[in-house]
């Protein structure tokens, strides 16, 4: 897991929602539904998760 624990923007705690948030959207869950009962309610924060790409399972790839 790689997401920052913090928000760039703000500096709120975000990186412990992650798992969570990942798992109820892909069950099919409202994205928005979803930060909204997390207590996610600034945009700065919303776009830490939403934006956020998991690239690690391909970085490791080109490990040496």
Known sequence: M???IRCFSCGKVVGEYYEEFQTRVAKGESAEK???ELG???YCCR???LSHVEL???IIKYSR
């Open 2 to 4: 790689m997401i920052p």
């Open 47 to 49: 776009r830490m998760l």
């Open 34 to 36: 979803v930060m909204n």
């Open 56 to 58: 690690m399972d391909d």
């Open 40 to 42: 996610i309610a600034r």
